[in-house]
């Protein structure tokens, strides 16, 4: 008997040494356009198709996924600098789901990390790549060293842009630096808060054409969001909007989006799920 729980115990110690999440930064030029409200909803559609999810809110200064959640965090990142707690211990379930690390909001200090705090937290994360299918960091906004640190740990960084024109210019920018700084990772676009497929489509076409030309890179489609009323009302009422209007616009687009990054993830036989997501983006 106690021979088959030993064995049980090692089997599942090599399954959980074999996992390896994917990990997909959610990223922008402008602040504003949509990034945290894409990262938690992804994380419960993640959750609810069962898999094993952590959300890291890497935005370090001005963290809100735990407000988008209405759950208080005894502990955020910031224990996890001062080296008072370790990465895994600071994770709190969600109501939805995933497993939440708190970004260290309103501490100026966490803004400009030292690039050994910097590298230490990159470190931790290979830890809970073990730990998970799915790691979703929420970056921040723009091109400062923590963001872009954050990026070259992903296998997928999505770049979520809206229509506006400033919007654009400064996706193109963060592209730009992306593709230059010789990490491997897929790189696609997200558009939010379009009033049309086509829309979406537009603007995904003219960034991936520019880039193309000029950056020799490949920007995949990852789709678009709708605009949609029910999403500042969740913020509100500081319930996602997946799980307080499941069936709204936007609710379906997020459906979309998860399932467009599964296929990627059924798609892959070695090597990370996402690195062979470029055979169902759209180039
Ligand atoms: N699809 C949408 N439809 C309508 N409003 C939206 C949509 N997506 C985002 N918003 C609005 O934009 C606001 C900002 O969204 P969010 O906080 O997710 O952006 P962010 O990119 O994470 O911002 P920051 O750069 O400050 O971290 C939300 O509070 C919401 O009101
Ligand atoms: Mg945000």
Redesign the pocket.
């Known amino acids: 008997m106690t021979m088959l729980i030993d064995q049980a115990t090692h089997l599942r110690s090599l399954v959980q040494e074999r996992r390896r999440a994917s990990v997909i930064a959610v990223t922008?030029g402008?602040?504003?356009?949509?990034?945290?409200?894409?990262a938690v909803n992804l994380a419960i559609k993640f959750s609810a198709a069962g898999k094993e999810v952590v959300l890291l809110d890497a935005?370090l200064g001005?963290a809100?996924a735990d407000v988008?959640c209405n759950i208080d965090l005894p502990h955020n990142l910031s224990h996890v600098i001062a080296r008072k707690k370790e990465l895994r211990e600071v994770i709190v379930k969600t109501p939805g789901g995933f497993g939440l690390i708190g970004g260290a909001s309103g501490l100026a200090r966490m803004a400009d990390l030292s690039d050994s705090d910097r590298q230490r937290l990159i470190n931790a994360l290979a830890e809970l790549e073990s730990r998970a299918d799915v790691l979703i960091i929420?970056t921040?906004?723009g091109i400062s060293p923590n963001v872009l640190a954050f990026t070259r740990a992903a296998d997928h960084v999505l770049v979520?842009t809206t229509p506006e024109p400033t919007a654009i210019t400064d996706a193109y920018a963060v592209i730009k630096v992306l593709s230059r700084d010789g990490a491997e990772r897929r790189i696609s676009l997200l558009v939010?808060?379009v009033t049309s497929a086509g829309e979406g489509r537009v603007v995904h076409d003219r960034i991936a054409k520019v880039a193309r030309q000029f950056l020799s890179v490949t920007v995949f489609d990852a789709g678009y969001?709708?605009?949609?009323?029910q999403?500042?009302l969740a913020?509100r009422r500081r319930q996602p909007f997946v799980l307080g209007s499941p069936r709204c616009p936007?609710s379906t687009c997020i459906s979309q989006l998860a399932i467009r990054l599964e296929q990627g993830v059924a798609g892959a036989a070695s090597g990370g799920f996402f690195n062979r997501m470029g055979k169902w983006f759209r180039r």
Do not use: H
């Open positions: 922008s402008t602040g504003g356009v949509g990034k945290s409200n894409i935005d001005l809100n988008l929420d921040g906004a979520v939010n808060q969001v709708l605009r949609d009323e999403v500042p913020v936007a």
